[in-house]
């Protein structure tokens, strides 16, 4: 059963890298692979109910990703539609593609530290569309942006979702793992902007955004831009104040920018009403729908053992720590790797590695930085490909080998500073 399990997988992921060739949506055959290896799972099992319980575990998870998502990706179509960002890439003096790539990798550093890297890449490949028209060379800024938030949100208890789970676990302290990782997380990141600012030169032109056929005020772009990032930042506040899933806190920021979009449009005609309905037609739900399919299918994996398996075999076969935490990282990039994480803690206790050994916190850099190898290895990297439609096989060509060596140099650092 279990081969079979991971065969309709394989086949399914794929299908997925090779979306160009066959001519599928992967929204589509991710939805397919995930409904195939539920189902196989439960055909070859006589306990359907224990399944099924899982499959509504698995779901419970699941939900909140795609909420979350969905409030997010709302709340950036919301900003961009009454040209709030326009606020920030009019503090953007330089025409310089380089120096461009410099600040846009920073500030997505550091603001993936405080928001997490899901939505700080929503934000910034919106924001990068937003100055470069060519696509072409667009997709290495966005590639980049990848890499940067995976490397930013690797260093903050709420950056990226599996730094949090081990925060929850009590694997590791806030304190400790900021001291511990940022530098690792920045040599992960500073190294790849090295490689890709090498290959982009010239000048670039921003597009022109002031004329939208709106009769929006700048003080309309300016509450709902501002509003809308602290509804952003308030997700991981609301989260260590109440504990709530960040969903909860994607949600009450969205309707608190609801309410304040229609205060905006009360005295406007119909037709030139821009309300989160509107938000709402727009936004990319075929990625929302990816993200479900991909979701589910490495769900299965997990039930079905495979994953536990796999960690117990890495564990046997290999023995050291360090290279256990560094494969598990580049088997990120493949496999979801929350499971990957979840598996880990719970094959090693706290007991035989207490609240910040070295080895949490190098699960916590190589999970939150191997995702960036590959373009679906990550919830960042997923996100940018459903709005940039970024080609897989571009991916791996392009920006692989240098989030690979970003990712090499980041834990070799950390090695070397223990």
Not at 141 to 154: D, H
Not at 214 to 223: M, W
Not at 268 to 282: D, M, Y
Request: aromatic share 10%.
């Amino acid at each position: 059963m279990n081969t079979i399990v991971l065969i309709a997988f394989c086949i399914g992921y794929a299908l997925i890298a090779l979306e160009s060739k066959v001519k599928i949506n992967k929204a589509a055959i991710a939805l397919l692979t995930g409904g195939a290896v539920w189902t196989t799972y439960i055909l070859f099992k006589s306990n359907s109910e224990e399944i099924v319980a899982q499959l509504v575990e698995h779901i419970g998870s699941i939900s909140q990703i795609v909420f979350f998502l969905i409030g997010a990706m709302t709340i950036v179509e919301l900003i961009d539609s009454y040209g709030g960002f326009d606020v920030i890439t009019k503090q953007i003096k330089t025409s310089n593609k380089k120096i461009l790539l410099l600040i846009l990798g920073f500030i997505t550093f550091f603001l993936s530290s405080v928001l997490d890297n899901l939505t700080t890449t929503i934000v910034m490949v919106t924001l990068t569309r937003k100055l470069l028209s060519d696509k072409n060379e667009r997709l290495l800024f966005v590639g980049m942006i990848v890499i940067a938030a995976n490397s930013g949100g690797a260093w903050t208890p709420i950056g990226d979702v599996t730094t949090t789970m081990l925060w929850i676990g009590g694997q590791i302290t806030t304190v400790n793992i900021m001291q511990k990782l940022f530098f690792p997380s920045l040599v992960s990141m500073i190294v790849p902007l090295f490689l890709i600012s090498l290959t982009i030169k010239g000048e670039f032109k921003k597009i022109d955004s002031s004329n939208q056929g709106t009769d929006i005020l700048n003080f309309e772009k300016k509450i709902v831009f501002f509003i809308g990032i602290a509804a952003l930042i308030f997700v991981p506040i609301f989260k260590s104040i109440t504990h709530l899933p960040p969903f909860m806190g994607i949600l009450i920021g969205l309707s608190v920018l609801w309410i304040v979009t229609e205060l905006l449009n009360k005295d406007r005609a119909h037709e030139q009403k821009i309300t989160v309905t509107n938000a709402l037609r727009k936004i990319d739900i075929p990625s929302v729908l990816f993200f479900l399919g991909i979701l589910l299918a490495v769900a299965a994996l997990e039930s079905t053992g495979l994953l536990a398996d796999l960690s117990t075999a890495l564990s046997e076969s290999v023995g050291n720590l360090k290279t256990i935490a560094m494969s598990l990282g580049i088997l990120s990039s493949i496999i979801d790797n929350v499971p990957l994480v979840a598996a880990t803690m719970g094959m090693y206790d706290l007991q035989t590695f207490p609240t910040d050994h070295y080895f949490w916190e190098l699960i916590a850099y190589c999970a939150g930085t191997g995702g960036s190898i590959l373009i679906i290895g990550s919830a960042a990297g997923v996100a940018a490909m459903g709005i940039e439609k970024i080609d897989f096989f571009w991916y791996l060509k392009k920006i692989s080998l240098v989030a690979l060596i970003g990712y090499l140099a980041g834990a070799f650092l950390y090695v070397l500073l223990l």
